[in-house]
């Protein structure tokens, strides 16, 4: 086994680093392409999108997800620092288990989602799309806290699908069979320390493995080796946006525009207008953005996030949404074609109080053909469960494929 020591990275020498993961991903990646993610380069497609998705609804697909963006939390105030800063009531979340949550400034307008890891008693992993590090130091005034970004201290790999329980088995972690979903548990392989949490970015069976850099490459090897006969796979960014679509998850500056980033107020989204409602908790105290979201709450919002069936076989990619009477309403956020739920499915945002369960609305397709493009009025309705939401993504322990 050989441990490879990363330097600390410096930004004014290099401004986009390899992952930990880089000389195995280049070994996969047939298409010799690469995309920038955070400060890391990222693979679009190692050799196709759509049989890397296959991959992560058949059998295993892996995604290297070092460059999201890790803040730990840690100290005596912990936990009174994150449930002002979070939507959410964190003490609901225990020791050993991870919590979704959004936060929002002082007008109720969304920042960013993410995931809380409660790692132990006053220490807390903060994971999330975009690098939040200014707004939780400044939010950090008058509590006993420590808050710094790990990003580069910590690599991960997230393993999705319904062979990735039986390999990670094979590869010697069967006492993660317990877990349920959300939690996480500390483990060794061949003695070197590791964090497995049953959590993932597609709707379905996953687990991500959190590792020091230096021993990403030794992880790598032991995961494809313990693979091999159950379909494991690399799977690429673009992969990956498709399974998130189908599971009916939410993607930050594609989905909704961080408030931070909006030159226009109008143009952001508050939790309710994402369908986040439920994360928002009042009965827990003060937190920032709670007066916003209770007039909001009052008064109504402004729009909502819904989920399209649509007929025929097009994306709507960034396509208008027409009520009966022909006015737009909103528009798509994300659109794919489907081959697990065999429909063209999409996320829009629309105007309230369009958008209920069962409503039938058109959406105004455009999509080109050697050339030529065409134009297509395709009927729609709105859904209210996620596309993809098999069985096997709670059942506890895992089938063993």
Same mark, same amino acid.
């Given at each position: 086994m050989r441990t490879v020591r990363f330097d600390k990275r410096d930004h004014y020498r290099n401004a986009v680093f390899p992952s930990p993961f880089h000389s195995r991903q280049s070994q996969h990646n047939q298409t010799r392409e690469w995309s920038r993610w955070s400060d890391y380069q990222s693979v679009p497609a190692y050799w196709c999108a759509d049989m890397e998705y296959f991959a992560g609804r058949n059998t295993c697909g892996v995604f290297d997800i070092t460059p999201m963006v890790k803040h730990r939390v840690s100290g005596p105030d912990a936990l009174p620092y994150l449930n002002r800063l979070m939507t959410r009531d964190v003490a609901k979340i225990k020791p050993g288990r991870v919590g979704y949550s959004v936060w929002c400034n +002082?007008?109720?307008?969304?920042?960013?989602? &993410?995931?809380? !890891? @409660?790692? *132990?008693?006053?220490?807390?992993?903060?994971?999330?799309?975009?690098?939040? $590090?200014?707004?939780? =130091?400044?939010? %950090?005034e008058g509590f006993d806290v420590q808050v710094r970004e790990e990003t580069h201290d910590v690599a991960g790999l997230a393993v999705q699908g319904p062979t990735s329980y039986a390999v990670l088995r094979s590869m010697g972690l069967e006492s993660i069979g317990t877990l349920t979903p959300f939690g996480l548990a500390d483990v060794e392989l061949d003695g070197i320390p590791m964090m497995v949490s049953r959590t993932g970015f597609t709707g379905d069976l996953g687990y991500e493995?959190?590792?020091? #850099?230096? @021993?990403?490459?030794?992880?790598?090897?032991?995961? !494809?080796? *313990? &693979? +091999? =006969? @159950?379909?494991?796979? %690399?799977? &690429?960014?673009? %992969?990956?946006? =498709?399974? /998130?679509?189908?599971?009916?998850? $939410?993607? *930050? &500056?594609?989905? !909704?525009? #961080? %408030?931070?980033?909006?030159?226009r107020t109008d143009h952001t989204r508050s939790p309710f207008e994402l369908g986040l409602g439920w994360l928002v @908790?009042?009965?827990?105290?003060?937190?920032?953005?709670?007066?916003?979201?209770?007039?909001? /709450?009052?008064?109504?919002?402004?729009?909502?996030?819904?989920?399209?069936?649509?007929?025929?076989?097009? #994306?709507a990619k960034d396509a208008y949404v027409f009520d009966s009477g022909g006015k737009v309403i909103g528009t798509v956020t994300s659109a794919?074609?489907? #081959?697990s739920a065999k429909a063209s499915i999409a996320l829009a945002s629309l105007e309230m109080p369009h958008g209920e369960a069962g409503a039938k609305l058109e959406v105004e397709i455009y999509y080109q053909r050697e050339l030529k493009w065409h134009r297509v009025m395709a009927g729609a309705r709105v859904v209210d469960k996620p596309f993809w939401d098999p069985p096997r993504r709670r059942q506890t322990p895992p089938a063993d494929f």
């Open positions: +002082e007008a109720g307008r969304v920042l960013d989602d &993410g995931t809380i !890891f @409660h790692l *132990a008693d006053g220490s807390y992993r903060i994971c999330s799309q975009e690098r939040q $590090i200014d707004w939780f =130091l400044a939010s %950090a493995l959190w590792i020091d #850099p230096g @021993h990403a490459e030794f992880l790598w090897d032991r995961l !494809f080796a *313990a &693979g +091999e =006969l @159950h379909g494991i796979r %690399a799977m &690429g960014s673009q %992969a990956l946006d =498709l399974l /998130r679509i189908e599971a009916g998850f $939410i993607l *930050a &500056g594609v989905d !909704f525009l #961080p %408030a931070w980033e909006a030159v @908790h009042f009965d827990k105290g003060l937190f920032t953005g709670r007066r916003a979201l209770q007039e909001e /709450r009052e008064n109504g919002s402004r729009c909502r996030l819904v989920k399209l069936d649509i007929e025929g076989n097009k #994306p794919m074609w489907s #081959p």
